[in-house]
T-cell receptor, first 115, second 114 residues
């Protein structure tokens, strides 16, 4: 079974631009979560989607948004990019069969660099 | 508030020796604990989790973790380290309540020396 895939793997943008990242979950997984990873802050939760609905949201500004499609694929968008948005963005999927005990499986991430 | 601490930024161990990567947690209610490993330029790979039951949890690649409720710890262990185990290790706890997010430690860099 194929794992979580994320595209693109690397992105370079300039301040003020916007960016869209894509995530395809493991087949049969219906929940997708997004995390931002930086050396200073570690892993920070962005949001979670299930059945095309945002279920949970972290403490990020409104410039960060996402959506999920009917095939469970998800996208996240960052508008008006800032230098501090440079990070590794990780996507994780789960079956959502058990609210607290299921395992999240991660993709390889998208490395975003903002110049 | 729920939190996870990994008290060591880096752990060095010789190949063949046992290794321990420490994790302590603070959570209200039952703790659901996870260990992940990250290799350079890669995503996170799941190693093991504790949900309930036996305090010694066995996972992938020969790793195991010991849950200790009284010490609120969930240390990762391996009897004999390999050079290929060198990576960044993360401990996480599931948030309680309606938010299912994982709360992460800052990671421990493990270096296994030949």
């Amino acid at each position: 079974k194929a794992g979580v895939t994320q595209t693109p793997r690397y992105l370079i943008k300039t301040r003020g631009q916007q960016v869209t990242l894509s995530c395809s979950p493991i087949s049969g997984h219906r929940s997708v979560s997004w995390y931002q990873q930086t050396p200073g802050q570690g892993l920070q939760f962005l949001f979670e989607y299930f059945s095309e609905t945002q279920r949970n949201k972290g403490n990020f500004p409104g410039r960060f948004s996402g959506r999920q499609f009917s095939n469970s694929r998800s996208e996240m968008n960052v508008s008006t990019l800032e230098l501090g948005d440079s990070a590794l963005y990780l996507c994780a999927s789960t079956t959502y069969q058990a609210a607290t005990t299921d395992t999240q499986y991660f993709g390889p991430g998208t490395r975003l660099t903002v110049l | 508030a729920q939190s996870v601490a990994q008290p060591e930024d880096q752990v060095n161990v010789a190949e063949g020796n046992p290794l321990t990567v420490k994790c302590t947690y603070s959570v209200s209610g039952n703790p659901y604990l996870f260990w992940y490993v990250q290799y350079p330029n890669r995503g996170l790979q799941f190693l093991l989790k504790y949900i309930t039951g036996d305090n010694l949890v066995k996972g992938s690649y020969g790793f195991e973790a010991e849950f200790n409720k009284s010490q609120t710890s969930f240390h990762l262990k391996k009897p004999s380290a390999l050079v290929s185990d060198s990576a960044l290790y993360f401990c996480a706890v599931r948030d309680t309540g309606n938010n299912r997010k994982l709360i992460w430690g800052l990671g421990t860099s493990l270096a296994v020396n030949p």
